[in-house]
């Protein structure tokens, strides 16, 4: 009837063109029909560096796990991960390269030849050396380790600038710099939460986003139930995460308190004689002014519970305290973290099983550039200021990741020419002039020694998986070309001929400087072991011997107190912003599976939310789903209330992610 009519005639409509697929008369080489191959290589999806396996069939990516034999992440894989597939086949991936043809911003970009970008991009960084003006060029990527980083500094070394920098939201800076203060470290050390039997976090989200999750969710997995006796976790943050829901205990307290909190927990260690070294009287009056009254007063713990925690933590044979999330990134981070390891230090667990062990340094690229908002700043003052006429970008989008009171946006109307290296069309990318399309990690070679490590020195070789999609390269090849098109001492310095020919270089290094007992075997076979294995280790490698912390760092650090913005009582709530479990900082936004994947404590997809106490929302008279507008010192947005039970009243939690223009 009229039914049957009309969905014929929509069927009619909405038909595609038809696509032949006609296969290759001659198959590529490692093209076998209804076979799978397995490649080993490293994911890039987040600064762990856990190691993969993808299955490759007929010439495509099919699926990502992890690989067994890589001590990072021992054959599990996180969500990220395996969304890795949506980035290679990502339809909204650059295909070519692109100049911009409108004013900057507009978005109005058209195709050009690689010959012509390189070009044009080698032409003006040859004349700014010839004028010996090359400070003026910028180097600005996301986090890099490994050899790629060392091929960066050798170019922006040669050309005759020192402007390198790395800017990635998710950098452990204070984390490191409270460990260096601490222990006189420079490498992140390995928390062994695996062998310990009480683990007491301060806003690490382990589980889900701190650091390394799938080698410390391994290490949960352990500590519950690999052992006879099973440990105990303990969860203190201001707002649930998904490793407070699967802690024993999950305590709220106010943000930025956390801190203090550790404090006076280490206060009772001393005074109740759990800790017994000569120091001891030295440290009693170093925390004398971490009193249970003001402390409890300052968190919004109970005295009895603080108690409870200081007598369970010092009772332990193999304590073990982590700090992360807010506790990490406020106005007092560095502080509350060297709290932490001062209850770390009064534990007795720094260099024993279950606690802190120092990791030695790693196999190569342990260089740390990183530009945190300060350094931002400096770099956006000095495009202001006409200090940067070239702005070279990779991997890194600050646009969207710094406050616009830093004014990098603005800033960057002011260089003459950016240009930016990526996969997608970001914030950043879109305010770039020439726009050189890079390959994903599916599709490039790279290596990586993840850090934090894992007590001995492990790397691992990225390498091509699949023939590339679309016309992109590697961003090793495209600083390689231009170093061969600028000339001068740039080629000579720079031999190589292709990205892989650099990391293969670079890994004879590393097998040179092996122990001998280590290298009975010749460099060939080493490398096409390392490749197919897809990580290579030293067990023998000697660690890191941190210095022993001293009370006397306590009064020299900052006030562990917490400072907000905006007045209080025109501010009368405290904004929670965290990592998504998904998305991370917003990197992920871009990928379908991990939008459709929902939040693992709201079942929340596809948009942003804000958390609410219900006790808090009745006071406002908010219901759940209510549209709502959050404002602060810094602006203003709006989005859907979500009653949350926990979340300590008074605070108004959000997800990183989402956003994104």
């Not at 198959?27 to 209804?34: I, K, N, Q, T």
């Not at 010439?59 to 990502?64: F, L, N, V």
């Not at 070294?277 to 919004?300: F, H, K």
């Not at 912390?549 to 009582?569: E, H, K, M, R």
């Amino acid at each position: 009837g009229i039914g049957t009519g009309a969905g014929h005639l929509l069927a009619e409509a909405i038909k595609r063109p038809v696509e032949f697929l006609i296969p290759p008369v001659v198959p590529p080489e490692d093209y076998s029909p209804g076979t799978a191959t397995w490649y080993n290589t490293v994911c890039n999806q987040c600064s762990a560096g856990c190691g993969i396996s993808v299955r490759i069939r007929e010439g495509r990516a099919k699926k990502i796990e992890g690989n067994p034999v890589h001590p990072v992440n021992q054959g599990r894989l996180c969500a990220r991960g395996q969304a890795g597939l949506n980035a290679l086949y990502n339809p909204d991936r650059i295909r070519s390269p692109l100049k911009r043809v409108g004013e900057r911003g507009d978005g109005a970009f058209a195709a050009i030849s690689w010959d012509e970008a390189l070009t044009e991009v080698a032409s003006r960084l040859a004349r700014l050396k010839i004028d010996d003006q090359a400070s003026r060029i910028q180097l600005l990527t996301g986090h890099v380790r490994g050899h790629l980083d060392a091929l960066f500094q050798q170019f922006i070394t040669l050309l005759g600038s020192d402007r390198y920098a790395q800017h990635d939201f998710t950098y452990p800076a204070n984390l490191k710099l409270a460990n260096r203060l601490s222990f006189g470290i420079e490498h992140l050390p390995y928390y062994d939460i695996a062998n310990s039997d009480y683990l007491l976090s301060f806003g690490a989200d382990y589980l889900g986003t701190w650091l390394s999750p799938v080698h410390f969710s391994l290490g949960y997995g352990q500590l519950r139930q690999g052992r006879d006796r099973r440990g105990k976790c303990v969860q203190i943050e201001p707002r649930m995460s998904l490793s407070g829901a699967n802690a024993d205990e999950w305590i709220s307290a106010v943000p930025g308190s956390e801190g203090a909190l550790a404090l006076g927990i280490a206060r009772i260690l001393v005074a109740q004689e759990t800790y017994t070294g000569t120091d001891r009287d030295t440290w009693r009056r170093a925390l004398e002014a971490y009193s249970l009254d003001r402390v409890s007063a300052a968190s919004g713990v109970e005295p009895e519970r603080i108690e409870q925690l200081a007598a369970a933590f010092g009772g332990s044979k193999a304590g073990l305290a982590i700090a992360g999330g807010a506790a990490a990134a406020g106005t007092n981070a560095v502080a509350s973290l060297v709290a932490v390891n001062v209850l770390n230090h009064l534990a007795g667990n720094l260099g024993q099983p279950g606690g802190i062990i120092f990791n030695g340094a790693p196999a190569f690229g342990s260089a740390t550039r990183h530009a945190g908002l300060t350094q931002m700043t400096e770099i956006a003052v000095a495009m202001q200021e006409g200090a940067i006429e070239v702005l070279l970008l990779h991997d890194t989008n600050p646009v969207y990741a710094l406050p616009d009171a830093s004014g990098f946006a603005d800033a960057m109307a002011t260089v003459p020419t950016v240009v930016a290296m990526s996969s997608f069309m970001d914030e950043t990318t879109a305010l770039a002039d020439l726009i050189l399309p890079t390959d994903t990690y599916l599709e490039a070679w790279g290596d990586d020694a993840p850090e934090p490590g894992v007590g001995l020195p492990v790397a691992s070789i990225s390498q091509p998986v699949v023939a590339r999609a679309y016309d992109t390269r590697s961003v090793g090849d495209i600083v390689l070309s231009l170093a061969r098109q600028i000339g001068f001492e740039l080629p000579a310095a720079m031999p190589w001929s292709s990205t892989e020919e650099f990391i293969k270089d670079g890994w004879r290094k590393v097998y040179e400087d092996l122990d001998p007992q280590a290298g009975g075997t010749d460099f060939e076979k080493f490398w096409v072991t390392t490749l197919e294995a897809g990580v290579w280790g030293q067990a023998d490698a000697l660690a890191e011997s941190g210095d022993a912390l001293q009370p006397s760092l306590i009064p020299g650090i900052d006030d562990v107190s917490a400072s907000f913005a905006g007045d209080a009582g025109e501010f009368p709530f405290i904004l929670h912003p965290y990592l998504s479990a998904t998305l991370l900082d917003g990197r992920g936004a871009n990928l379908p599976w991990l939008q459709e994947l929902p939040d693992q404590l709201t079942s929340v997809v596809y948009g942003s939310w804000v958390e609410l106490n219900p006790t808090t929302a009745g006071e406002l008279g908010i219901r759940d789903s209510d549209l709502i507008e959050i404002e602060s010192p810094a602006g203003i947005i709006r989005a859907p209330a979500f009653l949350f039970p926990a979340i300590e009243p008074g605070v108004v939690a959000m997800p990183f992610g989402q956003g994104h223009s």
